[in-house]
C-alpha cells in the first residue's frame, strides 16, 4: 500500500488535483489518498504557507501529487510568508535534485504549438534539470563597490558530487527512452560549466549505450527553436534548465499540457504541472488538468514503478485528445470536470 500526500495548493490547483485524483482512483490500484494545505490555503489557515504537518505528511509519504502554489491575497506579504516559498522549501527538506520536465506535442496540437506545425510535431524530449545547485543557492548579496556604485551578485558554482548524481539520472533517462544524452553547459565561458564538462564525461563511461553530445546553451536556445525533433535527453544545470525547460513548453503547445517530476536520490518524488496557481482563471473550472492527470502518471512510474499504469494514463489522455476533448487553453469549450470525465472514459476504452 503506497501512501499519495495530495497537496492541491491555490488557484486552480484543487481543481486539476482533484481530476487527477480521480484518474489514480479509476485504475484501481493499492494506494491510500492523505491531502493537506499548502501555500496560500495553507497560509490563511494557519499562518504559514508550508506548515509542519504538511511537511510531515510529505516526509512520510511515498509521492507527493503536487497542484499549485500561488494567491495574489499574498503579494503584500514578506518573502518568506509568500506561497512559493512552499515549493521552494519541499525541494529543499526533501532534497529533490533531479527535475524532469517531458516535452512532447500529443497528435492533433500542431496547433497550439509557437513553432511550425510540421517542426512542432516532431518534439518527444526530456528536459533534466538540477534543482538543488547553481547561481541560485550560491552567495548573494548587495553591495557598493569601489567605482562607488550599487552592485548584486549572485555566486554561480557547482561541486562534483552535485554534478556527478544529475549525470547518472540524465544517462537513466537516456538509456530507457532513446539513447541520445545532450548535456547543455557554457563551457567556453564559465569554469562551473567546465567542470560540469568533465564530470559528464567521466560519467559516461559507464554509460556505453548512450550517445553523448555537448551543445553551448545559446545554441541550444536556438535549436529548440530551430530543430526540437534533434532532442531526446538534455541534462543541464539549474539556471540553464529552468530557461530552456519553460521555452521547450511552449514549443509543445500549452502550458496545460506539461507535467514534471522532481525526484531525491532514492526514488521518491514530487509531481506537478509546470504552470502555477492561474488566478486569472481560477474557480471558474476552465482549466485544462491533463498537465495534473499526466504528472500522476509520472508518479506511478518514477516513484511506485507502476509502469503499465502510467502507460495506461498516458494513452488515454492522447486518446481523449484525439476523440476531440480540448479546455479552453486548445481551443475546446470542456470544463475542467468534463476533461477529466474525457480522460476516464478514453481509459475505460483502452
Ligand atoms: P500560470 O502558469 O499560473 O499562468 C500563466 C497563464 O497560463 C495564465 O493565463 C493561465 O490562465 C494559463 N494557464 C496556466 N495553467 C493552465 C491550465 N492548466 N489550463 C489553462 N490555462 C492555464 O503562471 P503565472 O500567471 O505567471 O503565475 C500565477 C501564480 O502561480 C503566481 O503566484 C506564481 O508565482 C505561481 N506559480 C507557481 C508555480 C508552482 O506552484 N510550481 C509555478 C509557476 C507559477
Ligand atoms: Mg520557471
Known amino acids: 500500500m503506497a501512501l499519495i500526500a495530495i497537496l ?25 489518498f492523505e491531502e493537506a494545505l499548502v501555500g496560500g490555503a495553507a ?84 528536459i533534466v534539470r538540477e534543482l538543488n545547485g ?45 539513447g541520445k544524452l545532450c548535456s547543455v553547459d557554457k563551457a567556453n565561458v564559465l569554469e562551473t560549466s567546465q567542470l560540469w564538462r568533465d564530470v559528464v564525461i567521466e560519467v559516461s563511461a559507464l554509460y556505453p549505450d548512450v550517445a553523448l553530445t555537448h551543445m553551448y546553451v545559446d545554441n541550444a536556445a536556438m535549436q529548440l527553436v530551430r530543430n ?49 496557481s492561474a488566478p486569472d482563471i481560477a474557480g471558474q473550472g476552465k482549466a485544462n488538468p491533463c498537465a495534473t492527470i499526466l504528472s500522476a502518471a509520472m508518479l506511478l512510474r518514477h516513484s511506485l514503478g507502476l509502469d503499465a499504469a502510467a502507460d495506461r494514463i498516458e494513452a488515454a489522455v492522447g486518446k481523449a485528445l484525439t476523440d476531440g476533448a480540448r479546455t479552453a487553453d486548445l481551443g475546446g469549450s470542456l470544463s475542467t470536470r468534463a476533461m477529466g470525465d474525457a480522460v476516464l472514459a478514453a481509459l475505460e476504452g483502452l
Do not use: W
Not at 8 to 32: F, Q
Not at 140 to 166: C, H, P, Q, W
Not at 249 to 261: H, Q, V
Open 43 to 126: 497560509y490563511h489557515a494557519t499562518g504559514h504557507p508550508l506548515p509542519a504537518e504538511t511537511l510531515d505528511l510529505a516526509k512520510r509519504a511515498d509521492a507527493i501529487l503536487f497542484g499549485a502554489v500561488g494567491d495574489p491575497s499574498c503579494d503584500a506579504l514578506e518573502r518568506s510568508l509568500r506561497p512559493e516559498q512552499a515549493i521552494l522549501g519541499l525541494r529543499k527538506e526533501l532534497a529533490l535534485f533531479a527535475n524532469l520536465r517531458p516535452a512532447k506535442l500529443f497528435p492533433g496540437l500542431e496547433d497550439a504549438s509557437a513553432l511550425k506545425p510540421e517542426v512542432a510535431a516532431a518534439i518527444d524530449m526530456v
Open 134 to 178: 547553481d547561481v541560485y543557492f550560491g552567495e548573494k548579496g548587495f553591495r557598493t563597490n569601489a567605482a562607488g556604485n550599487r552592485e548584486g551578485y549572485d555566486v554561480m558554482s557547482y561541486d562534483e558530487a552535485e554534478v556527478l548524481r544529475i549525470a547518472h539520472v540524465g544517462f537513466r533517462t537516456a538509456q530507457k527512452r532513446g
Open 228 to 276: 526540437p525533433g534533434q532532442f531526446d535527453v538534455i541534462v543541464t544545470g539549474n539556471l540553464f534548465g529552468d530557461i530552456l525547460s519553460d521555452q521547450a513548453s511552449m514549443c509543445a503547445g500549452s502550458i496545460g499540457m506539461l507535467p514534471s517530476a522532481s525526484l531525491d536520490a532514492n526514488g521518491k518524488g514530487l509531481y506537478e504541472p509546470i504552470h502555477g
Open 8 to 32: 492541491p495548493g491555490d488557484g486552480i490547483g484543487p481543481e486539476v488535483t482533484a481530476e487527477a485524483v480521480r484518474v489514480l482512483d479509476a485504475l484501481s490500484l493499492d494506494l491510500t
